[in-house]
T-cell receptor, first 113, second 112 residues
């Protein structure tokens, strides 16, 4: 089985721009979660989608949004980028819920200048 | 709410020595607990998981962890460290169908 894929792997944007990141889960997995990883804050949960519905949400501003398509692929969008949004964004998929192990993609490294 | 605490942001051990990475959890219900490893410029890889079937959980690369309810701990151990074990390790937990909470991570350095 192919693993979780994330595109693009690296991205450079400037403040005020918006960005869309993509995640393709493992085939058959219905849950996709997004995390932000920074040296200062560590791994922080952004949101989880299950069967096209947002099931859980972390404490991030409304500039961070996501969606899931019928094929379980997911996108996250960050609008009005700030310098502090520079981070590694990780996507993880699982079969059902957090009772099942999550399989992580390699991440998208976002740099905001 | 579930929280996970990792004691020690940096741990150094000599090659061949015992590896012990500490994790404590707080939860009002039996938790699901996981250990993940992250190598530089990569995503997280699952080492092992606890789902109440057995208190001693064996994972990949000779890692294991023991769930101790009385101590609310889920420490990760490996009998003999290899140079390839150098990485960052994350403990994570969830009470159930809720978001997974990660510890702050422990960077493991192996001394030749």
């Amino acid at each position: 089985k192919a693993g979780v894929t994330q595109t693009p792997r690296y991205l450079i944007k400037t403040r005020g721009q918006q960005v869309t990141l993509s995640c393709s889960p493992i085939s058959g997995h219905r849950s996709v979660s997004w995390y932000q990883q920074t040296p200062g804050q560590g791994l922080q949960f952004l949101f989880e989608y299950f069967s096209e519905t947002q099931r859980n949400k972390g404490n991030f501003p409304g500039r961070f949004s996501g969606r899931q398509f019928s094929n379980s692929r997911s996108e996250m969008n960050v609008s009005t980028l700030e310098l502090g949004d520079s981070a590694l964004y990780l996507c993880a998929s699982s079969w059902d819920s957090h009772r099942n192990e999550q399989f992580f993609g390699p991440g998208t490294r976002l740099t905001v200048l | 709410a579930q929280s996970v605490t990792q004691l020690g942001s940096h741990v150094s051990v000599s090659e061949g020595a015992l590896v012990l990475l500490r994790c404590n959890y707080s939860s009002s219900v039996p938790p699901y607990l996981f250990w993940y490893v992250q190598y530089p410029n990569q995503g997280l890889q699952l080492l092992l998981k606890y789902t109440s079937a057995a208190t001693l959980v064996k994972g990949i690369n000779d890692f294991e962890a023991e769930f101790k309810k009385s101590e609310t701990s889920f420490h990760l151990t490996k009998p003999s460290a290899h140079m390839s074990d150098a990485a960052e390790y994350f403990c994570a937990g969830s009470p159930g169908n809720e978001k997974l909470t990660f510890g702050t991570g422990t960077r493991l350095t192996i001394i030749p």
